[in-house]
Protein backbone atom coordinates (compact mmCIF):
# COMPACT_ATOMS: atom_id res chain seq x y z
CA UNK A 1 0.00 0.00 0.00
CA UNK A 2 1.22 3.60 -0.61
CA UNK A 3 -0.04 6.76 0.30
CA UNK A 4 0.55 9.53 -2.20
CA UNK A 5 -0.87 13.00 -1.95
CA UNK A 6 -1.73 14.78 -5.30
CA UNK A 7 -0.82 18.34 -5.80
CA UNK A 8 -4.80 20.24 -6.05
CA UNK A 9 -4.71 22.87 -8.74
CA UNK A 10 -6.63 25.60 -8.31
CA UNK A 11 -10.51 25.67 -8.83
CA UNK A 12 -10.60 21.82 -8.65
CA UNK A 13 -14.18 20.74 -8.20
CA UNK A 14 -14.54 17.67 -8.81
CA UNK A 15 -12.75 14.25 -9.50
CA UNK A 16 -12.65 10.98 -11.32
CA UNK A 17 -10.02 8.38 -12.24
CA UNK A 18 -9.09 5.56 -14.38
CA UNK A 19 -6.15 3.44 -15.55
CA UNK A 20 -5.33 2.06 -19.14
CA UNK A 21 -5.26 -1.42 -19.36
CA UNK A 22 -2.36 -1.40 -21.73
CA UNK A 23 -0.35 1.61 -21.06
CA UNK A 24 1.20 2.71 -18.04
CA UNK A 25 -1.44 5.90 -17.43
CA UNK A 26 -3.81 6.97 -14.90
CA UNK A 27 -5.99 9.51 -15.49
CA UNK A 28 -7.51 12.27 -13.32
CA UNK A 29 -10.36 14.26 -14.21
CA UNK A 30 -10.12 17.40 -12.40
CA UNK A 31 -13.23 19.66 -12.82
CA UNK A 32 -13.05 20.42 -16.49
CA UNK A 33 -9.60 19.15 -17.15
CA UNK A 34 -7.99 15.57 -17.19
CA UNK A 35 -4.65 15.05 -15.42
CA UNK A 36 -2.43 12.24 -17.30
CA UNK A 37 0.17 10.68 -14.93
CA UNK A 38 2.42 7.81 -15.41
CA UNK A 39 2.98 5.76 -11.94
CA UNK A 40 6.42 4.88 -10.76
CA UNK A 41 6.77 0.99 -9.96
CA UNK A 42 6.18 -0.36 -7.76
CA UNK A 43 4.92 2.31 -5.09
CA UNK A 44 2.54 3.86 -7.54
CA UNK A 45 3.71 7.34 -6.80
CA UNK A 46 2.96 10.18 -8.99
CA UNK A 47 5.08 12.65 -10.40
CA UNK A 48 4.55 16.08 -8.53
CA UNK A 49 2.80 17.26 -12.15
CA UNK A 50 1.08 15.29 -14.68
CA UNK A 51 2.63 14.45 -17.76
CA UNK A 52 -0.30 15.99 -20.04
CA UNK A 53 -3.41 17.83 -19.28
CA UNK A 54 -6.43 17.36 -21.78
CA UNK A 55 -8.76 20.26 -21.78
CA UNK A 56 -10.98 19.85 -24.81
CA UNK A 57 -13.40 22.41 -25.94
CA UNK A 58 -16.96 22.24 -25.75
CA UNK A 59 -19.18 20.83 -28.50
CA UNK A 60 -20.74 24.44 -28.94
CA UNK A 61 -20.84 27.55 -27.38
CA UNK A 62 -23.26 28.70 -24.55
CA UNK A 63 -23.98 25.81 -23.58
CA UNK A 64 -25.02 25.45 -19.51
CA UNK A 65 -24.55 23.25 -16.88
CA UNK A 66 -27.23 21.19 -14.79
CA UNK A 67 -25.88 21.02 -11.52
CA UNK A 68 -24.59 24.41 -11.56
CA UNK A 69 -25.44 26.33 -14.71
CA UNK A 70 -22.10 28.54 -14.27
CA UNK A 71 -19.85 26.06 -14.65
CA UNK A 72 -20.94 23.68 -17.48
CA UNK A 73 -17.90 21.41 -18.61
CA UNK A 74 -17.62 19.94 -15.05
CA UNK A 75 -16.88 16.18 -15.98
CA UNK A 76 -19.30 13.75 -13.97
CA UNK A 77 -18.12 10.28 -14.81
CA UNK A 78 -14.69 8.93 -16.15
CA UNK A 79 -14.31 5.34 -18.27
CA UNK A 80 -11.52 3.66 -19.72
CA UNK A 81 -12.52 0.66 -22.07
CA UNK A 82 -12.02 -0.83 -25.76
CA UNK A 83 -13.55 0.07 -28.73
CA UNK A 84 -12.30 -2.43 -31.62
CA UNK A 85 -9.04 -2.35 -31.32
CA UNK A 86 -8.70 1.31 -29.75
CA UNK A 87 -8.45 1.97 -26.23
CA UNK A 88 -10.52 4.93 -24.95
CA UNK A 89 -10.82 7.37 -22.27
CA UNK A 90 -14.55 8.66 -22.29
CA UNK A 91 -15.76 11.29 -20.72
CA UNK A 92 -19.07 12.84 -19.62
CA UNK A 93 -19.87 16.43 -18.93
CA UNK A 94 -22.45 17.87 -17.12
CA UNK A 95 -23.27 20.57 -19.97
CA UNK A 96 -24.05 16.73 -22.08
CA UNK A 97 -20.98 16.98 -23.82
CA UNK A 98 -19.42 13.27 -24.61
CA UNK A 99 -15.71 13.19 -25.61
CA UNK A 100 -13.45 10.36 -25.75
CA UNK A 101 -9.44 10.37 -26.92
CA UNK A 102 -7.33 7.24 -27.80
CA UNK A 103 -5.03 6.00 -25.15
CA UNK A 104 -2.56 5.35 -27.79
CA UNK A 105 -2.60 8.67 -29.09
CA UNK A 106 -2.17 10.06 -25.70
CA UNK A 107 1.20 7.78 -25.25
CA UNK A 108 2.55 7.89 -28.79
CA UNK A 109 2.50 12.20 -27.41
CA UNK A 110 4.20 11.14 -24.00
CA UNK A 111 6.70 9.08 -26.01
CA UNK A 112 7.59 11.81 -28.46
CA UNK A 113 8.26 14.18 -25.38
CA UNK A 114 11.96 15.12 -25.22
CA UNK A 115 13.82 14.69 -21.78
CA UNK A 116 15.36 17.85 -21.78
CA UNK A 117 11.62 19.48 -22.31
CA UNK A 118 10.37 21.75 -19.74
CA UNK A 119 8.65 19.95 -16.77
CA UNK A 120 5.62 22.24 -17.06
CA UNK A 121 2.84 19.60 -18.21
CA UNK A 122 1.84 19.28 -21.99
CA UNK A 123 -1.05 20.77 -23.73
CA UNK A 124 -3.73 18.88 -25.72
CA UNK A 125 -3.82 20.96 -28.58
CA UNK A 126 -2.56 18.68 -30.69
CA UNK A 127 -4.80 16.14 -30.06
CA UNK A 128 -7.16 15.85 -31.80
CA UNK A 129 -10.76 14.05 -29.84
CA UNK A 130 -11.44 10.64 -30.98
CA UNK A 131 -15.10 11.26 -30.55
CA UNK A 132 -17.55 14.30 -29.43
CA UNK A 133 -21.09 14.99 -29.36
CA UNK A 134 -23.75 16.47 -26.75
CA UNK A 135 -26.51 13.86 -25.73
CA UNK A 136 -29.02 16.90 -24.69
CA UNK A 137 -28.51 17.46 -20.63
CA UNK A 138 -26.19 16.50 -17.81
CA UNK A 139 -24.34 13.41 -19.32
CA UNK A 140 -23.89 10.38 -16.37
CA UNK A 141 -23.73 6.58 -17.33
CA UNK A 142 -21.09 5.76 -19.56
CA UNK A 143 -20.35 2.07 -21.68
CA UNK A 144 -18.75 0.81 -24.23
CA UNK A 145 -18.84 -2.37 -26.37
CA UNK A 146 -15.92 -3.64 -27.75
CA UNK A 147 -16.27 -5.50 -30.90
CA UNK A 148 -19.39 -4.07 -31.84
CA UNK A 149 -17.52 -0.77 -31.51
CA UNK A 150 -20.78 1.10 -29.72
CA UNK A 151 -20.60 4.05 -26.98
CA UNK A 152 -23.57 4.68 -24.36
CA UNK A 153 -24.32 7.48 -22.75
CA UNK A 154 -27.27 8.37 -20.38
CA UNK A 155 -28.15 11.75 -19.52
CA UNK A 156 -30.81 13.85 -17.19
CA UNK A 157 -33.56 13.55 -20.23
CA UNK A 158 -33.64 10.00 -18.79
CA UNK A 159 -32.86 8.63 -22.11
CA UNK A 160 -29.64 7.15 -22.52
CA UNK A 161 -28.19 7.64 -26.30
CA UNK A 162 -26.39 4.56 -27.87
CA UNK A 163 -23.46 5.78 -30.86
CA UNK A 164 -22.84 2.40 -33.08
CA UNK A 165 -19.82 3.25 -35.10
CA UNK A 166 -18.87 1.68 -38.35
CA UNK A 167 -17.18 -1.54 -38.39
CA UNK A 168 -15.14 -0.25 -40.99
CA UNK A 169 -13.70 2.89 -43.09
CA UNK A 170 -14.80 4.33 -46.33
CA UNK A 171 -11.53 3.12 -48.05
CA UNK A 172 -12.36 -0.26 -47.23
CA UNK A 173 -15.50 -0.51 -49.56
CA UNK A 174 -16.05 -3.26 -52.15
CA UNK A 175 -13.68 -1.68 -54.89
CA UNK A 176 -11.82 0.94 -53.65
CA UNK A 177 -8.53 1.04 -53.01
CA UNK A 178 -7.47 0.60 -49.26
CA UNK A 179 -7.06 -1.91 -47.01
CA UNK A 180 -7.38 -5.80 -47.50
CA UNK A 181 -10.63 -6.67 -48.07
CA UNK A 182 -9.84 -9.20 -45.30
CA UNK A 183 -8.95 -6.98 -43.17
CA UNK A 184 -10.77 -7.45 -39.35
CA UNK A 185 -14.54 -5.66 -40.03
CA UNK A 186 -14.21 -4.47 -36.37
CA UNK A 187 -11.97 -1.48 -37.42
CA UNK A 188 -8.55 -2.93 -37.06
CA UNK A 189 -6.98 -0.29 -38.94
CA UNK A 190 -8.13 1.79 -35.83
CA UNK A 191 -10.11 4.42 -37.65
CA UNK A 192 -13.84 4.89 -36.78
CA UNK A 193 -14.59 4.92 -40.21
CA UNK A 194 -16.72 8.39 -40.28
CA UNK A 195 -15.77 11.15 -38.02
CA UNK A 196 -19.21 12.00 -35.74
CA UNK A 197 -17.39 15.13 -34.58
CA UNK A 198 -16.87 16.94 -37.65
CA UNK A 199 -20.31 17.04 -38.74
CA UNK A 200 -22.70 15.23 -36.66
CA UNK A 201 -25.71 16.36 -38.75
CA UNK A 202 -24.46 14.30 -41.46
CA UNK A 203 -22.49 11.78 -39.95
CA UNK A 204 -25.16 10.56 -38.12
CA UNK A 205 -28.11 8.70 -38.18
CA UNK A 206 -31.04 7.45 -36.15
CA UNK A 207 -31.42 4.07 -36.16
CA UNK A 208 -35.61 3.69 -36.62
CA UNK A 209 -35.95 0.64 -37.59
CA UNK A 210 -36.02 -1.52 -34.77
CA UNK A 211 -36.10 -5.19 -35.48
CA UNK A 212 -33.22 -6.44 -37.14
CA UNK A 213 -29.58 -5.21 -37.17
CA UNK A 214 -29.04 -2.70 -39.89
CA UNK A 215 -27.38 -4.17 -43.35
CA UNK A 216 -25.39 -0.67 -44.13
CA UNK A 217 -24.24 -0.70 -40.35
CA UNK A 218 -20.69 -1.64 -41.84
CA UNK A 219 -20.51 1.71 -42.96
CA UNK A 220 -22.11 4.23 -41.12
CA UNK A 221 -22.57 5.34 -38.07
CA UNK A 222 -25.79 4.77 -36.09
CA UNK A 223 -27.35 7.26 -32.94
CA UNK A 224 -29.95 4.49 -31.46
CA UNK A 225 -32.23 6.32 -28.44
CA UNK A 226 -33.22 3.89 -26.11
CA UNK A 227 -36.36 5.41 -23.87
CA UNK A 228 -38.31 4.21 -20.52
CA UNK A 229 -37.15 5.65 -17.25
CA UNK A 230 -38.57 8.49 -16.02
CA UNK A 231 -35.90 9.62 -13.20
CA UNK A 232 -32.52 10.00 -13.84
CA UNK A 233 -29.83 7.21 -15.01
CA UNK A 234 -26.18 6.84 -12.99
CA UNK A 235 -25.48 3.63 -14.27
CA UNK A 236 -25.42 1.81 -17.71
CA UNK A 237 -23.06 -1.27 -18.74
CA UNK A 238 -23.15 -2.73 -21.97
CA UNK A 239 -22.75 -6.88 -21.61
CA UNK A 240 -19.14 -6.97 -23.18
CA UNK A 241 -18.28 -10.74 -23.88
CA UNK A 242 -18.31 -13.25 -26.54
CA UNK A 243 -21.25 -14.24 -25.96
CA UNK A 244 -22.59 -10.81 -27.31
CA UNK A 245 -20.27 -9.70 -30.15
CA UNK A 246 -23.30 -7.91 -31.97
CA UNK A 247 -24.14 -5.43 -29.25
CA UNK A 248 -27.33 -6.60 -28.62
CA UNK A 249 -27.88 -6.24 -24.56
CA UNK A 250 -26.93 -3.20 -22.46
CA UNK A 251 -28.49 -2.93 -18.43
CA UNK A 252 -29.30 0.24 -16.42
CA UNK A 253 -30.75 1.50 -13.45
CA UNK A 254 -32.02 4.49 -12.77
CA UNK A 255 -32.15 6.06 -9.28
CA UNK A 256 -35.54 4.89 -8.08
CA UNK A 257 -33.67 1.59 -8.02
CA UNK A 258 -35.48 0.14 -11.37
CA UNK A 259 -33.15 -1.63 -13.55
CA UNK A 260 -34.41 -2.67 -17.60
CA UNK A 261 -32.49 -4.48 -19.55
CA UNK A 262 -32.81 -3.63 -22.93
CA UNK A 263 -32.40 -5.16 -26.81
CA UNK A 264 -30.73 -2.18 -28.10
CA UNK A 265 -31.31 -3.38 -32.13
CA UNK A 266 -35.17 -3.74 -31.17
CA UNK A 267 -35.34 -0.16 -29.08
CA UNK A 268 -37.32 -2.53 -26.47
CA UNK A 269 -37.06 -3.33 -22.51
CA UNK A 270 -36.76 -7.06 -22.56
CA UNK A 271 -36.53 -7.11 -18.30
CA UNK A 272 -37.79 -4.56 -16.29
CA UNK A 273 -37.83 -4.94 -12.25
CA UNK A 274 -35.84 -3.79 -9.46
CA UNK A 275 -34.34 -5.51 -6.68
CA UNK A 276 -36.79 -4.46 -4.16
CA UNK A 277 -40.05 -5.95 -6.03
CA UNK A 278 -37.59 -9.25 -6.22
CA UNK A 279 -36.71 -9.00 -2.39
CA UNK A 280 -40.61 -8.83 -1.05
CA UNK A 281 -42.24 -6.37 0.91
CA UNK A 282 -41.93 -7.82 4.48
CA UNK A 283 -38.06 -9.05 4.32
CA UNK A 284 -37.62 -5.43 2.81
CA UNK A 285 -39.44 -3.42 5.63
CA UNK A 286 -37.86 -6.10 8.38
CA UNK A 287 -34.23 -5.73 7.16
CA UNK A 288 -34.46 -2.00 5.02
CA UNK A 289 -36.46 0.69 6.18
CA UNK A 290 -35.08 2.98 3.82
CA UNK A 291 -35.86 2.91 0.20
CA UNK A 292 -33.33 1.16 -2.25
CA UNK A 293 -32.14 3.60 -4.80
CA UNK A 294 -30.04 2.72 -7.71
CA UNK A 295 -26.43 3.57 -8.14
CA UNK A 296 -24.46 1.00 -9.97
CA UNK A 297 -24.83 -1.75 -12.42
CA UNK A 298 -23.04 -4.38 -14.08
CA UNK A 299 -23.09 -7.02 -16.45
CA UNK A 300 -21.17 -10.39 -15.45
CA UNK A 301 -19.50 -12.76 -17.64
CA UNK A 302 -20.89 -16.47 -16.64
CA UNK A 303 -17.30 -17.80 -17.31
CA UNK A 304 -15.65 -15.09 -14.67
CA UNK A 305 -17.45 -17.22 -11.89
CA UNK A 306 -15.02 -19.38 -10.18
CA UNK A 307 -15.94 -22.94 -8.87
CA UNK A 308 -16.17 -23.52 -5.28
CA UNK A 309 -17.46 -26.65 -2.74
CA UNK A 310 -20.43 -25.91 -0.66
CA UNK A 311 -21.91 -23.32 1.00
CA UNK A 312 -19.62 -21.31 3.23
CA UNK A 313 -16.93 -21.13 0.17
CA UNK A 314 -19.58 -20.17 -2.27
CA UNK A 315 -20.55 -17.62 -0.24
CA UNK A 316 -18.34 -16.49 2.56
CA UNK A 317 -20.90 -17.37 5.23
CA UNK A 318 -24.12 -20.14 5.85
CA UNK A 319 -26.10 -17.66 3.62
CA UNK A 320 -29.87 -16.67 5.03
CA UNK A 321 -32.51 -18.46 2.87
CA UNK A 322 -34.78 -14.77 1.84
CA UNK A 323 -37.77 -14.81 -0.81
CA UNK A 324 -36.13 -15.75 -4.42
CA UNK A 325 -32.27 -16.10 -2.89
CA UNK A 326 -29.96 -15.46 -0.29
CA UNK A 327 -28.35 -12.97 2.11
CA UNK A 328 -25.02 -13.03 3.10
CA UNK A 329 -25.05 -10.27 5.21
CA UNK A 330 -22.90 -12.22 7.76
CA UNK A 331 -20.23 -12.60 5.78
CA UNK A 332 -19.13 -9.11 6.87
CA UNK A 333 -17.91 -10.65 10.11
CA UNK A 334 -15.72 -13.17 8.48
CA UNK A 335 -13.48 -10.56 6.70
CA UNK A 336 -10.04 -10.34 8.82
CA UNK A 337 -8.76 -6.77 9.32
CA UNK A 338 -12.09 -4.99 9.13
CA UNK A 339 -13.07 -2.51 11.90
CA UNK A 340 -16.63 -1.54 12.53
CA UNK A 341 -15.48 1.62 13.56
CA UNK A 342 -14.07 4.46 11.52
CA UNK A 343 -10.85 5.55 12.42
CA UNK A 344 -12.29 9.09 13.27
CA UNK A 345 -13.96 7.35 16.63
CA UNK A 346 -10.29 6.52 17.82
CA UNK A 347 -9.04 10.78 17.50
CA UNK A 348 -10.22 13.21 19.63
CA UNK A 349 -11.18 15.99 16.31
CA UNK A 350 -9.15 18.92 15.95
CA UNK A 351 -10.75 22.44 15.56
CA UNK A 352 -10.65 22.72 12.45
CA UNK A 353 -13.09 19.32 11.80
CA UNK A 354 -15.12 20.87 14.66
CA UNK A 355 -15.93 24.01 12.47
CA UNK A 356 -16.32 21.75 9.62
CA UNK A 357 -19.04 19.57 11.06
CA UNK A 358 -20.99 22.59 12.49
CA UNK A 359 -20.98 24.09 8.72
CA UNK A 360 -22.21 20.64 7.33
CA UNK A 361 -25.03 20.59 9.65
CA UNK A 362 -26.23 24.02 9.14
CA UNK A 363 -25.81 23.57 5.25
CA UNK A 364 -29.59 23.67 3.47
CA UNK A 365 -30.74 21.36 0.59
CA UNK A 366 -32.21 22.52 -2.03
CA UNK A 367 -35.07 19.77 -1.23
CA UNK A 368 -35.93 17.25 1.46
CA UNK A 369 -35.09 14.07 -0.45
CA UNK A 370 -31.60 12.44 0.28
CA UNK A 371 -30.32 12.43 -3.53
CA UNK A 372 -30.66 15.38 -4.22
CA UNK A 373 -28.09 17.30 -5.27
CA UNK A 374 -26.37 19.44 -2.65
CA UNK A 375 -25.99 23.11 -3.31
CA UNK A 376 -23.41 24.34 -1.11
CA UNK A 377 -19.46 23.19 -1.57
CA UNK A 378 -17.48 21.77 1.07
CA UNK A 379 -14.08 24.18 1.32
CA UNK A 380 -10.76 21.55 1.71
CA UNK A 381 -8.25 24.21 2.76
CA UNK A 382 -7.94 27.84 1.40
CA UNK A 383 -7.42 27.42 -2.35
CA UNK A 384 -9.57 24.90 -3.40
CA UNK A 385 -13.03 24.62 -3.41
CA UNK A 386 -14.27 20.64 -3.33
CA UNK A 387 -18.06 20.18 -4.97
CA UNK A 388 -18.74 16.59 -4.55
CA UNK A 389 -21.54 15.44 -6.99
CA UNK A 390 -23.80 12.78 -5.06
CA UNK A 391 -25.06 11.52 -8.23
CA UNK A 392 -27.84 12.58 -11.36
CA UNK A 393 -30.35 14.87 -9.48
CA UNK A 394 -34.10 13.96 -9.80
CA UNK A 395 -36.63 16.66 -11.50
CA UNK A 396 -39.94 15.40 -13.76
CA UNK A 397 -39.81 15.85 -17.23
CA UNK A 398 -42.10 18.99 -16.80
CA UNK A 399 -39.62 20.54 -14.65
CA UNK A 400 -37.19 20.68 -16.96
CA UNK A 401 -39.39 21.58 -19.48
CA UNK A 402 -39.46 18.82 -21.47
CA UNK A 403 -42.66 16.67 -21.04
CA UNK A 404 -41.91 14.45 -24.25
CA UNK A 405 -39.07 11.97 -23.85
CA UNK A 406 -36.23 12.42 -26.68
CA UNK A 407 -35.96 10.07 -29.55
CA UNK A 408 -39.35 8.90 -29.72
CA UNK A 409 -40.26 4.95 -28.78
CA UNK A 410 -43.95 5.06 -27.39
CA UNK A 411 -44.20 1.49 -26.98
CA UNK A 412 -42.35 2.02 -23.82
CA UNK A 413 -44.82 4.91 -22.37
CA UNK A 414 -48.35 3.90 -23.37
CA UNK A 415 -50.16 3.42 -20.69
CA UNK A 416 -47.23 2.79 -18.49
CA UNK A 417 -47.70 3.54 -14.89
CA UNK A 418 -43.80 4.34 -13.38
CA UNK A 419 -42.96 5.34 -10.18
CA UNK A 420 -43.14 8.70 -9.06
CA UNK A 421 -39.65 10.70 -8.56
CA UNK A 422 -41.55 12.46 -5.52
CA UNK A 423 -40.97 9.21 -2.89
CA UNK A 424 -39.47 10.85 0.08
CA UNK A 425 -36.61 8.47 1.69
CA UNK A 426 -38.37 6.40 4.62
CA UNK A 427 -40.46 3.72 5.28
CA UNK A 428 -41.85 2.22 2.24
CA UNK A 429 -45.29 2.25 1.28
CA UNK A 430 -45.16 0.11 -1.85
CA UNK A 431 -43.10 -1.56 -4.04
CA UNK A 432 -42.16 -1.76 -7.65
CA UNK A 433 -43.26 -4.76 -9.12
CA UNK A 434 -42.28 -7.00 -11.89
CA UNK A 435 -45.24 -6.68 -13.83
CA UNK A 436 -43.35 -6.95 -17.57
CA UNK A 437 -45.50 -3.49 -18.17
CA UNK A 438 -43.55 -2.09 -21.42
CA UNK A 439 -40.93 -5.22 -22.12
CA UNK A 440 -41.32 -7.94 -24.67
CA UNK A 441 -44.24 -10.63 -23.39
CA UNK A 442 -42.90 -13.05 -21.05
CA UNK A 443 -43.38 -15.74 -24.18
CA UNK A 444 -40.80 -13.87 -26.32
CA UNK A 445 -38.72 -13.59 -22.93
CA UNK A 446 -35.40 -15.94 -23.36
CA UNK A 447 -32.54 -16.60 -21.26
CA UNK A 448 -30.00 -13.42 -20.69
CA UNK A 449 -26.53 -14.50 -21.52
CA UNK A 450 -24.76 -12.55 -18.70
CA UNK A 451 -25.60 -11.97 -14.75
CA UNK A 452 -26.30 -8.54 -13.34
CA UNK A 453 -24.77 -7.19 -10.37
CA UNK A 454 -26.37 -3.49 -8.98
CA UNK A 455 -25.67 -1.97 -6.29
CA UNK A 456 -28.05 1.02 -3.73
CA UNK A 457 -26.36 2.63 -1.07
CA UNK A 458 -25.43 0.04 1.38
CA UNK A 459 -26.00 -3.43 -0.50
CA UNK A 460 -24.34 -5.26 -3.44
CA UNK A 461 -26.59 -7.63 -5.19
CA UNK A 462 -26.62 -10.42 -8.09
CA UNK A 463 -29.44 -11.05 -10.21
CA UNK A 464 -29.33 -14.43 -12.31
CA UNK A 465 -31.63 -14.73 -15.27
CA UNK A 466 -32.27 -18.33 -15.46
CA UNK A 467 -36.08 -18.96 -15.60
CA UNK A 468 -36.07 -18.57 -11.99
CA UNK A 469 -34.05 -15.50 -10.74
CA UNK A 470 -32.01 -16.40 -7.62
CA UNK A 471 -30.73 -13.40 -5.71
CA UNK A 472 -27.17 -12.75 -3.63
CA UNK A 473 -27.70 -9.82 -1.33
CA UNK A 474 -24.71 -8.59 0.67
CA UNK A 475 -26.56 -5.83 3.01
CA UNK A 476 -24.19 -2.68 4.77
CA UNK A 477 -21.18 -3.88 2.90
CA UNK A 478 -19.51 -1.22 4.23
CA UNK A 479 -21.38 -0.63 7.93
CA UNK A 480 -19.26 1.60 10.53
CA UNK A 481 -19.71 3.73 13.19
CA UNK A 482 -19.47 7.31 12.23
CA UNK A 483 -18.36 9.93 15.37
CA UNK A 484 -20.98 12.55 15.73
CA UNK A 485 -18.20 15.31 14.11
CA UNK A 486 -18.08 12.82 10.99
CA UNK A 487 -21.80 12.40 10.58
CA UNK A 488 -21.92 14.96 7.38
CA UNK A 489 -20.03 12.11 5.51
CA UNK A 490 -23.19 10.05 5.65
CA UNK A 491 -24.99 12.04 2.58
CA UNK A 492 -22.03 10.08 0.73
CA UNK A 493 -23.30 6.61 1.57
CA UNK A 494 -24.30 5.42 -1.99
CA UNK A 495 -22.08 2.02 -3.44
CA UNK A 496 -21.36 4.40 -7.02
CA UNK A 497 -18.39 2.41 -8.24
CA UNK A 498 -18.03 -1.11 -9.70
CA UNK A 499 -14.98 -2.35 -11.29
CA UNK A 500 -14.76 -5.90 -12.80
CA UNK A 501 -11.11 -7.96 -13.05
CA UNK A 502 -13.07 -10.85 -15.12
CA UNK A 503 -9.17 -12.85 -15.41
CA UNK A 504 -9.15 -13.06 -11.47
CA UNK A 505 -13.09 -13.44 -11.04
CA UNK A 506 -13.20 -10.33 -8.82
CA UNK A 507 -15.56 -7.34 -8.55
CA UNK A 508 -14.17 -3.83 -6.69
CA UNK A 509 -17.23 -1.42 -5.77
CA UNK A 510 -16.42 1.54 -3.80
CA UNK A 511 -18.99 3.54 -1.40
CA UNK A 512 -17.90 7.84 -1.88
CA UNK A 513 -17.97 6.84 2.12
CA UNK A 514 -14.42 6.31 1.93
CA UNK A 515 -13.93 2.31 1.55
CA UNK A 516 -14.19 -0.08 -1.17
CA UNK A 517 -15.02 -4.00 -1.26
CA UNK A 518 -13.34 -6.39 -3.58
CA UNK A 519 -15.67 -9.46 -4.14
CA UNK A 520 -14.62 -13.08 -5.63
CA UNK A 521 -17.69 -14.47 -8.26
CA UNK A 522 -18.63 -17.94 -7.45
CA UNK A 523 -20.77 -20.88 -8.65
CA UNK A 524 -21.06 -23.51 -6.56
CA UNK A 525 -19.50 -27.48 -7.84
CA UNK A 526 -22.83 -29.32 -9.76
CA UNK A 527 -25.35 -26.62 -9.52
CA UNK A 528 -26.54 -23.49 -10.99
CA UNK A 529 -25.96 -21.66 -7.89
CA UNK A 530 -24.30 -18.44 -9.27
CA UNK A 531 -22.96 -16.09 -5.79
CA UNK A 532 -20.17 -14.12 -4.89
CA UNK A 533 -18.30 -13.60 -1.69
CA UNK A 534 -16.95 -10.46 0.21
CA UNK A 535 -12.99 -11.33 0.39
CA UNK A 536 -11.45 -8.21 1.43
CA UNK A 537 -12.17 -4.17 2.39
CA UNK A 538 -9.91 -1.55 2.08
CA UNK A 539 -8.30 0.15 3.86
CA UNK A 540 -7.65 -2.29 6.20
CA UNK A 541 -8.41 -1.56 9.45
CA UNK A 542 -4.66 -1.79 10.65
CA UNK A 543 -4.55 1.09 8.13
CA UNK A 544 -7.12 3.28 9.64
CA UNK A 545 -5.51 2.64 13.09
CA UNK A 546 -2.26 4.09 11.31
CA UNK A 547 -4.48 6.82 10.47
CA UNK A 548 -3.53 6.09 6.54
CA UNK A 549 -7.38 6.64 5.40
CA UNK A 550 -8.21 10.42 4.58
CA UNK A 551 -11.50 11.61 7.11
CA UNK A 552 -12.82 12.68 3.52
CA UNK A 553 -15.08 10.93 0.67
CA UNK A 554 -13.77 8.45 -2.14
CA UNK A 555 -14.36 9.75 -4.64
CA UNK A 556 -12.43 7.47 -7.79
CA UNK A 557 -11.28 3.85 -7.87
CA UNK A 558 -9.73 2.65 -10.68
CA UNK A 559 -7.82 -0.97 -11.61
CA UNK A 560 -5.46 -1.83 -14.02
CA UNK A 561 -2.60 -4.65 -14.34
CA UNK A 562 0.48 -3.33 -12.42
CA UNK A 563 3.30 -2.37 -14.87
CA UNK A 564 5.18 -5.24 -16.94
CA UNK A 565 1.83 -7.43 -16.63
CA UNK A 566 -0.49 -4.92 -19.30
CA UNK A 567 -2.40 -6.57 -22.02
CA UNK A 568 -0.33 -6.48 -25.32
CA UNK A 569 -1.78 -3.50 -27.43
CA UNK A 570 -2.84 -5.68 -30.41
CA UNK A 571 -6.56 -6.05 -29.48
CA UNK A 572 -6.91 -9.25 -28.17
CA UNK A 573 -8.34 -8.32 -25.21
CA UNK A 574 -8.25 -9.44 -21.83
CA UNK A 575 -8.51 -13.18 -22.49
CA UNK A 576 -6.79 -14.13 -25.32
CA UNK A 577 -6.16 -17.72 -25.84
CA UNK A 578 -2.95 -19.20 -24.42
CA UNK A 579 -1.70 -20.51 -27.55
CA UNK A 580 -2.01 -16.67 -28.94
CA UNK A 581 0.70 -15.38 -26.75
CA UNK A 582 2.35 -16.64 -23.44
CA UNK A 583 3.35 -13.13 -21.36
CA UNK A 584 6.98 -12.88 -19.71
CA UNK A 585 5.38 -12.30 -16.41
CA UNK A 586 4.16 -15.67 -16.05
CA UNK A 587 7.05 -17.24 -15.40
CA UNK A 588 7.48 -15.26 -11.83
CA UNK A 589 3.86 -15.14 -11.38
CA UNK A 590 1.04 -17.66 -11.21
CA UNK A 591 -1.08 -14.90 -12.30
CA UNK A 592 -1.24 -11.37 -13.88
CA UNK A 593 -1.07 -8.59 -10.66
CA UNK A 594 -3.39 -5.95 -10.59
CA UNK A 595 -3.00 -2.57 -8.84
CA UNK A 596 -6.08 -1.03 -7.39
CA UNK A 597 -5.82 3.09 -6.70
CA UNK A 598 -8.21 4.71 -4.47
CA UNK A 599 -8.35 8.14 -4.53
CA UNK A 600 -9.82 10.91 -2.12
CA UNK A 601 -11.58 14.23 -1.89
CA UNK A 602 -8.68 15.71 -0.46
CA UNK A 603 -6.32 14.43 -3.21
CA UNK A 604 -4.71 11.23 -1.10
CA UNK A 605 -4.44 7.90 -3.02
CA UNK A 606 -4.07 4.71 -1.37
CA UNK A 607 -2.53 1.71 -3.75
CA UNK A 608 -3.17 -2.11 -3.37
CA UNK A 609 -2.10 -4.71 -5.13
CA UNK A 610 -4.63 -7.77 -5.70
CA UNK A 611 -3.52 -11.73 -7.76
CA UNK A 612 -4.08 -14.87 -7.44
CA UNK A 613 -1.88 -17.59 -5.53
CA UNK A 614 -0.73 -20.97 -7.00
CA UNK A 615 -3.29 -23.75 -7.18
CA UNK A 616 -3.16 -27.14 -6.26
CA UNK A 617 -3.54 -29.35 -9.74
CA UNK A 618 -5.18 -32.02 -8.08
CA UNK A 619 -7.77 -29.97 -5.89
CA UNK A 620 -10.13 -27.36 -6.06
CA UNK A 621 -9.71 -23.68 -5.88
CA UNK A 622 -8.61 -22.72 -2.47
CA UNK A 623 -10.48 -19.17 -1.43
CA UNK A 624 -7.02 -17.83 0.54
CA UNK A 625 -5.34 -17.57 -2.58
CA UNK A 626 -6.92 -13.95 -3.35
CA UNK A 627 -3.62 -11.92 -2.40
CA UNK A 628 -4.48 -8.55 -1.40
CA UNK A 629 -1.52 -6.14 -0.12
Known amino acids: MTIRSLDRPHGATTLSTGLSQYRNLYFVALAHQIYVFNPEFPTQILQSQPALILDPPPTRPQLVGYIDPGQPHIINQLIVGDLGIEELIICARDSGDVFAYTTRSIDALLRAQSPFQDSRPLGSESLRPYFMTNVGMSAWGL ?21 AFALQCESSREGSEGPDKNESRIGSNGDMGLAMDENPEKQVSDWNQPGTLPIERSLQNLRITLSGHETNIPSISFCNTEDDQSGEYLVSTDIEGELIVWDIWKKVAIRRFSLASQLGQAWLDRRYPLKMLGW ?19 FGCEPESIP ?86 SALNENASYPTNRAKVGPRKAVIADTGRGTASRSEQQNL ?10 EVATLIDDSCPKIVILGDVFHQKLPPHLNWLSRFERINMIMPISELGVVVVGSQLGRAAILTLTQMRGTKQYAFRLERIVPFGSQEDQCARPKMPLLGIAVAPIQGHEFEAVGLGPNPPEEERRESWR ?43
Not at 449 to 458: A, D, H, L, N, V
Open 143 to 163: AVHKTSRMIAASSNTHDITVF
Open 324 to 409: KGWDISCSRNMVKDNSAWHPGCNLVPTDDEIDEAIAQDSDDYEDSDEYEELEDEDSLDGDVTMHIPSGPNLSSPGENGNNQSSGGY
Open 296 to 314: GVLCLNYRSFRLTEGSFET
Open 587 to 629: AADSSRRYRLLLTYSDHTMLSYEISRGKRHESKVEKWNDLLVF
Open 449 to 458: PFGIMCTSER
